[in-house]
């Protein structure tokens, strides 16, 4: 597990597509299988995915957006959102992340955000927080963030 880890932080560094993509095929691999993991794992998974996550979505490049997006996608495709709380969790917590200085990192996060619709009307809680975060986030200095929420 930590070699693996320690690969994909590499990747990520590297800031070129096809790591990008390698490192979000191999997280999204690793936490759609985790479901049959014991809770005991998990929490190890958890505590070394979450920064990796928090680092790898502070340095999304415009063409990694998609990779990751897609790799979220891949996670929470036909799956029991019950299941998959830890990563509902993380993704919530991209919104309330504090908004940064560059507009391309804000979209790539609120487009990440995005990718819980797999989950429809089953997080009603966690869509009520996103829709608040986003009526504050529509007085946003950057046109290109509010246009991108607004949409």
Same mark, same amino acid.
């Given at each position: #597990? ?15 597509? !096809?790591?990008?993509?390698? $490192?979000?095929?191999?997280? $999204? ?9 014991? /809770?005991? #794992? /998990? ?12 680092? !790898? +979505?502070?340095? /999304? ?7 990751? +997006? ?5 996670? #929470? $495709? ?19 992340? &504090? ?29 009520? $927080? ?6 504050? #986030? /529509? !007085?946003? &200095? ?10």
């Amino acid at each position: #597990m930590e070699q693996l880890n320690a690969l994909i932080r590499v990747d990520i560094k590297e800031k070129q597509e !096809a790591s990008q993509r390698v $490192a979000a095929e191999i997280v $999204a691999g690793m936490i759609r299988e985790s479901k049959y993991w014991t /809770l005991e #794992m /998990l929490d190890e998974l958890w505590s070394k995915l979450t920064p990796f996550l928090n680092e !790898a +979505c502070k340095n /999304l490049s415009s063409e990694a957006v998609l990779d990751w +997006c897609y790799g979220f996608w891949l996670i #929470m $495709a036909d799956v029991d959102p019950r299941r998959m709380y830890r990563v509902i969790e993380f993704m919530h917590s991209l919104i309330n992340t &504090p908004s940064t200085t560059n507009t391309l990192i804000e979209t790539s996060r609120w487009h990440l955000v995005q990718k819980l619709e797999n989950f429809e009307w089953r997080i009603p809680a966690v869509w009520h $927080a996103i829709d608040d975060h986003a009526k504050d #986030m /529509l !007085a946003h &200095p950057y046109k290109s963030v509010r246009e991108y929420i607004a949409s």
